[in-house]
């Protein structure tokens, strides 16, 4: 207990900015899912509005929770997040969750913070398949959703016929009698009102958020118990160091209070808690204790892991660990040696590339990383995405490294090689439908169901995961640029057999040195190059897409003769093509099983695993 010198009147710290002690009825825990882009962010910020939660430098922003940079640059959740705001006297707790299933392992673990669930839903394009995957999570812990049909603006809008369709997801999940009478709620987060009736638009949030006060029940948690408490979250601070997040279930927990951490491997150890932390907006404020019911964030445990319970000495009983669905894809990690290695990253080694990945584990326990050959590390993670997002963050720090092509995950059950499956929907043109049914047919998939609305249609099938990979690019090719992709993981069946791969060779530099116009030019007929003039490349690189089905080495380096009538230095006046511009995730997709991607802070490079052309040769007669 701090001297009656360092308290004030209420009896908490002097110059610290902390809670009143709150009870659990003055609570709400809620949890906004959503499938990507219905409007799940965008909602919230309209939330903050109504509540008059945004601070001065925060009015006029949009999308305060997508606070990583990428994802403002993708407009996607990627990081699950907790924020607070005050309405009519009560602490409503906010929980985003991310809207994409490669990062579904983020939403699995943050639900049980929650006692309800904000479920939001475009008005035109209804439940998807990462809605199905989150409302079945939340059922399956007991959580009741408050429906919202977001962009109620969209002229396509279709309210009744998206509540039908939520009615049949409902019932097909076993929710048969939640099916029958749900709480909706109708807004238009664009215009940033919400209204409980369909034909009345209204004027801001304040309807919703009084729905959210009379549907999503207050925490029955015993504060006068022992505390118990389990970690949903971790996050880093430069000054404190790791950083614990999860709701307390029993009992008050106090900065300066000793506790036991369980973890996962049962291991107990004891600590004392440094930092408190509540919500409030989307800062943490300091708190000296926080209630039974409310989320709580806690700093000064070494080694905190996801999972972990934390308990009060005088009563220690862990909580069930927290599980999680097995990852699908597999992707090597590898240090950089091709003949560029070092020259544009800060961690270049072996070492410091692995201990990057571990924290990365560490933070995000849907990835996995086991040891590979050469140096290398495997991570396994949800999805090509999952994957990507890891890869580009770890170049935007400063990594530079190789990896390989994605692989699903292989089972044996029962003397039977298992393969992961999954349900994929895709809304293009309908002018378009056979030739996407064509080519995802030749990729595996079996269509299940078909829809047309006007000259929009939707396609529903099961398709191994391989057969999704490589797949995004010539769906926008063969959908002119309109075809959306979405999917969820649909457990693991019998192997499928030989799929359709990549359909062409590529182009292979002979030389090192920097690609020429003149080159270029003369080889413009040989397909199409992701190089530019004046890149610099290396004998073995990927510098294009050959036109056949087979690779072929050239020179991209060589310059133009020197003659009496034009100088060796002057340009080339003909018009070239400009380079195919591939993603991170684009080139994930394309890498071949012989090939690698050199992934540094300033470039993304295709190459063959075995550089030298002679040698690749040999190896490909050996494999022959």
Known sequence: ML?????????????????????????????????????????????????????????GSDRLLDSNALERERGITILSKNAAIEWRGVHINLIDTPGHADFGGQVERVLSMADG???????????????????????????????????MDRKEARADEVLGEIFDLFADLGAEELALDFPVAYASARQGWASREADEPGTDMQSLLDQILEVIPAPTLDA??????????????????????GRVERGVLRKGMEVVRIG??????????????????????????????????????????????????????????????????????LPNDSPFAGSEGQFV???QVSERLERAAWMDPALRVQRGESHGQTVSGRGVLHLGILTENMRREGYEFQVGKPRVLIREIDGTK??????????????????????????????????????????????????????????????RGEGVLSSLTDGYDSWHGDLVDRNQGVLVSSHQGKVSAYALRNLEDRGEFFVSPGDQVYAGMVVGENNKDEDITLNVSRERKLTNVRSANKDVNESIRVARQISLEGFLEYLGDDELLEVTPKSLRLRKRTLDEKSRLRVAKRAT
């Open 224 to 245: 006068t118990r022992p505390m118990r408490m389990q970690i949903n979250t971790l996050d880093w601070d430069d000054f404190v160091g790791r950083i614990g997040i």
């Open 349 to 351: 080694t072996s070492r």
């Open 117 to 151: 669930v904000l479920l939001v839903v475009d008005a035109f394009e209804g439940p998807m398949p990462q809605t199905r995957f989150v409302i079945e999570k939340a059922f399956a812990q007991g959580l009741l959703p408050l429906v919202v049909i977001n962009k």
């Open 264 to 333: 996962n491997d049962g291991q107990r150890k004891r600590g004392r808690i440094k930092e408190l932390y509540r919500f409030e907006g989307m800062a943490r404020l300091a708190a000296e204790e926080v209630v039974a019911g409310d989320i709580a964030s806690l700093a000064g445990l070494e080694d905190l892991g996801l999972g972990d319970t934390l308990c009060s000495s005088d009563l220690i009983e862990p909580l069930p660990a927290i599980t999680l669905e097995e990852p699908t894809i597999e992707m090597e990690f």
């Open 418 to 479: 298992m393969e992961p499956y999954e349900k994929a929907r895709i809304d293009l043109p309908e002018d378009t439908m056979g030739r996407v049914i064509e080519f995802f047919s030749r990729r595996g998939a079996e269509i299940s169901d078909m829809e047309r609305r006007g000259d929009r249609a939707t396609l529903h099938f099961r398709i191994p995961t391989r057969g999704l990979i490589g797949a995004r690019s010539p769906l926008l090719s063969l959908t």
């Open 3 to 59: 001297p009656r010198s360092a308290r004030d009147d209420a009896g908490l710290p002097r110059n610290t900015p902390a809670f009143h002690l709150v009870t659990a009825p003055a609570i709400r825990n809620v949890a906004i899912v959503a499938h990507v882009d219905h409007g799940k962010t965008s909602l919230v910020d309209c939330l903050f509005k109504t509540a008059g939660a945004l601070k001065r430098a925060e009015v």
